[in-house]
């Protein structure tokens, strides 16, 4: 793994994409920070400093030369891009090009990677959501984040819990769906995750790096959560 300026606080690492790029694989999950009034609104809704989360894909570029090891790192995530309010499949180093805001890589831990990560699973699931360009889930992504009424007295549900349901998606319900389908977490609802819930999962290696944005913010908890 690379290596740069780390705060042990937050065990993250300020790093450029141009070392970041050859080390990330697929089912690593990627951070936003985002500036506009929906972001703003997830981040206070969740008291966190992330806003939207997508997953790395790659893509290999066929050659002659069987060593050669071109790729394209993309990512797969729901937002709101190119006209489009949904799943959508876009180059990595673009989105990074031009977004604004804070950015952060988390790379998925080796030994889950290795151990029990289903990459085909993960690739077909997700994959088939793009190519039936699911639209964007607003009323759940905002109810994802209204915890506090989720539950009733009795057991009952609350207004704001959702029930899992993959007809559209929101931001982090695509990518905890999709690392469930390759077993890289248990049995979870994806429907009632946001996207700070996905950054605190104990899946990762213990450092994440940040690409872009202000490097006083940071991942609250990360790497601290049982998936549920």
Same mark, same amino acid.
């Given at each position: 793994?690379p290596f740069?300026?780390?705060?042990?606080?937050? &065990?993250?690492?300020?790093?450029? #994409?141009?070392?970041?790029?050859?080390? +990330?694989?697929?089912? !690593? %999950?990627?951070?936003?920070?985002?500036?506009?009034?929906?972001?703003?609104?997830?981040?206070?809704?969740?008291?966190? !400093? %992330?806003?939207?989360?997508?997953?790395?894909?790659?893509?290999?570029? *066929?050659t002659? =030369?069987?060593?050669?090891?071109?790729f /394209?790192?993309?990512?797969i995530?729901?937002? &709101?891009?190119?006209?489009?309010?949904?799943?959508?499949?876009?180059?990595?180093? =673009?989105?990074?090009?031009? #977004?604004?805001?804070?950015l952060?890589?988390?790379?998925?831990?080796?030994?889950?990677?290795?151990?029990?990560?289903?990459?085909?699973?993960? $690739? =077909?699931?997700?994959?088939?959501?793009?190519?039936?360009r699911?639209? $964007?889930? +607003?009323?759940?992504?905002?109810?994802?984040?209204? !915890?506090?009424?989720?539950?009733? *007295?009795?057991?009952?549900?609350?207004?704001?819990?959702?029930?899992? =349901? /993959?007809?559209?998606?929101?931001?982090?319900?695509l990518?905890?769906?999709?690392?469930? +389908?390759?077993?890289?977490?248990?049995?979870?609802?994806?429907?009632?995750?946001?996207?700070? !819930?996905?950054?605190?999962?104990?899946? $990762?290696?213990?450092?994440? #790096?940040?690409?872009k944005?202000?490097?006083?913010? &940071?991942?609250?908890? /990360?790497?601290?959560?049982?998936?549920?």
């Amino acid at each position: 793994m690379p290596f740069g300026k780390s705060s042990s606080k937050h &065990s993250v690492v300020q790093m450029q #994409y141009a070392d970041a790029r050859p080390e +990330m694989r697929p089912g !690593d %999950v990627i951070a936003f920070g985002g500036k506009g009034h929906f972001s703003e609104i997830i981040k206070l809704g969740t008291l966190s !400093d %992330v806003s939207h989360v997508g997953v790395i894909l790659q893509t290999k570029i *066929p050659t002659e =030369d069987e060593a050669d090891t071109r790729f /394209f790192n993309q990512i797969i995530e729901s937002t &709101s891009l190119h006209g489009f309010n949904g799943v959508q499949i876009n180059r990595f180093s =673009d989105r990074l090009a031009a #977004y604004e805001g804070e950015l952060w890589w988390l790379p998925l831990r080796k030994e889950i990677r290795e151990g029990r990560f289903d990459q085909k699973a993960f $690739y =077909d699931f997700l994959f088939n959501q793009a190519r039936e360009r699911k639209g $964007y889930d +607003m009323p759940q992504a905002i109810r994802s984040a209204l !915890d506090a009424l989720d539950q009733l *007295p009795f057991g009952a549900d609350g207004p704001t819990y959702n029930r899992e =349901d /993959f007809s559209r998606f929101f931001c982090s319900e695509l990518v905890a769906a999709g690392l469930e +389908m390759a077993g890289a977490v248990g049995a979870v609802n994806a429907s009632e995750v946001t996207p700070i !819930d996905l950054c605190r999962w104990g899946i $990762y290696e213990d450092t994440y #790096y940040q690409l872009k944005g202000d490097p006083g913010k &940071s991942i609250s908890r /990360f790497n601290t959560v049982t998936p549920i």
